[in-house]
């Protein structure tokens, strides 16, 4: 039996309210108008992070990337990582993770692959790395170069949880070729409504962590930025998707790179 706590807000609910969705709760509705009357251009830039994984996935399958551990999913959205990974490379292999039971609930969504490729699903934290490995280890073969792909994630993961630290030892267990992937909202944009952001999110039980550039820039200390290294999200490889209704309308108060371990 799964058990869904309703008593506060989830960002993978809100995050699915914000898509438009129906997999979340009157708890994370409540918090999501709270942040709408903050800024109304809050689900443009939950489908401009969804567009950024979309264009990094397509350009990290086309460099030859086969393997791909997803940690923060969220409730399955079309199309997923695999379904664009797999496009390209019928034979990539992809392990979701997310600590949301709900998303735990849809993860048969997430696991209808192609034939000759693979997908797992983990219910695990990223603040418990090492269940991480253990899990992604069945399905992933970490000799082989993988891509870590932490998209609106970190965000939620404050220093006294040691997010930089986080990311340095899932790293650590993957080869040379692999690449880390991440966005991350900053207060850099608009530091008045991101402090009520984080003041209303925190009343309601939910860590926000935003960060500046050069901290989000220090999750990526010894590897190799790709080009164009650290951009707003919708800057990167524009050419590799679609853009998103409204992102050029208005601040994109976040930050997305995707990086090479050497």
């Known amino acids: ?13 809100m995050y699915d309210w914000y898509l438009g969705g129906k997999d979340n709760y009157p708890v ?18 939950a489908r401009v992070n ?4 979309h264009r990094a996935t397509r350009w990290l399958a086309k460099s030859g990337v086969r393997q791909f551990l997803d940690i923060g999913t969220g409730i399955p959205t079309e199309p997923n990582l695999h379904q664009i990974a797999q496009q390209i490379a019928p034979d990539a292999r992809v392990v979701y993770c997310d600590n949301d039971p709900i998303v735990l609930a849809h993860a048969a969504a997430l696991l209808r692959g192609t034939d000759d490729g693979t997908t797992e699903y983990l219910q695990a934290d990223v603040r418990d790395p090492d269940a991480i490995v253990e899990g992604a280890r069945k399905v992933l073969d970490f000799s082989r170069p993988v891509a870590l792909s932490l998209i609106a994630l970190l965000h939620f993961v404050s220093d006294e949880d040691g997010a ?16 880390l992937v991440m966005t991350h909202a900053s207060g850099d944009f608009t530091p008045e409504e991101s402090k009520a952001a984080t003041e209303k999110l925190k009343a309601a039980g939910v860590t926000l962590a935003l960060r500046s550039r050069e901290e989000f820039t220090r999750f990526f200390d010894g590897l190799e930025l790709v080009e164009p290294g650290v951009a ?28 090479r371990k050497p």
């Open 50 to 53: 969804r567009a950024f994984m």
């Open 164 to 179: 930089h630290e986080l990311v340095s030892r899932l790293l650590s267990e993957l080869p040379s070729g692999s690449y």
């Open 28 to 45: 994370d509705e409540a918090m999501g108008k709270q942040m709408l009357a903050l800024d109304p251009r809050v689900p443009v830039m």
């Open 232 to 259: 707003v999200p919708h800057h990167w490889h524009p050419e590799l998707g679609e853009p998103v209704p409204g992102q050029d309308d208005g601040v994109i108060p976040g930050y997305g790179a995707v990086a």
């Open 1 to 13: 039996m799964i058990e869904i706590d309703t008593s506060k807000p989830h960002p993978a609910r």
